[in-house]
């Protein structure tokens, strides 16, 4: 198994700022996804973050939006730009270990 | 690309029922087939998996089994107990621990 941490766990954010979330797996990983799960919805995949390459987005969302870094094989982050309330989400991270995926707790923003 | 769809949206049973959520998939190249359970305020968690080479798994009260012909599979949750009251949702990916496609997810209500 594993344990994903994220920080942060919630904010309240003003619109037009932007957000870094911070993704930390305890173990060494290839594969990490970042997931988008609007307020009584499903899950939404955002984007694919390999470390050593660009992230790959999925249909919908784009870099200048919503930037990831993955400088390490434990740590990625999500950066949510230019924020407007419809980005009011929990986000979520997840990582493959073996075949299997795991996810963090997610992190819960309210744009205002 | 894929599509799941889940049913129902909402389950209600008596505590000690049994339940039963099911999924059908569009893509016959998915391969993997996880159920996440996801408790209010938590991140999904993974309760069981299966993959195309078999039909059926169980671990202690859950079971799922898969029907690739016509491209359907569902979770059995045998003895149902309050704990088991959470939102559960079925994905499938077209690689053993990539990319997930999510289902609408089951908000499960056991009564006792």
């Known amino acids: 198994s594993a344990v994903i941490s994220q920080k942060p766990s919630r904010d309240i954010c003003q619109r037009g700022t932007s957000l870094t979330i911070q993704c930390q797996v305890d173990s060494q990983v290839t594969m990490m996804f970042w997931y988008r799960q609007q307020p009584g919805q499903s899950l939404t995949l955002i984007a694919t973050a390999n470390q050593g390459s660009e992230a790959t987005y999925e249909s919908g969302f784009v870099i200048d939006k919503f930037p990831i870094s993955r400088p390490n094989l434990t740590f990625s982050t999500l950066t949510v730009s230019n924020m407007s309330p419809e980005d009011s989400s929990i986000y979520l991270c997840s990582a493959r270990v073996g075949n299997t995926i795991y996810f963090g707790e997610g992190s819960w923003l309210t744009v205002v | 690309g894929e599509n799941v769809e889940q049913h129902p949206s909402t389950l209600s049973v008596q505590e000690g029922d049994s339940a039963v959520i099911k999924c059908t998939y569009s893509?016959?190249?998915?391969?993997?087939f996880p159920w996440y359970k996801q408790e209010l305020g938590k991140g999904p968690q993974l309760i069981i998996d299966?993959?195309?080479?078999?039909g059926e798994k169980k671990d202690q009260r859950i079971a799922v089994t898969l029907n690739k012909t016509a491209k359907h599979f569902s979770l059995h949750i045998t003895e149902t107990q309050p704990e088991d009251s959470a939102v559960y949702f079925c994905a499938a990916s077209k690689e053993y621990g990539n990319k997930l496609v999510f289902g609408a997810g089951t908000i499960l209500r056991v009564k006792s």
């Open positions: 299966i993959r195309s080479n078999v």
């Open positions: 893509d016959s190249a998915s391969n993997y």
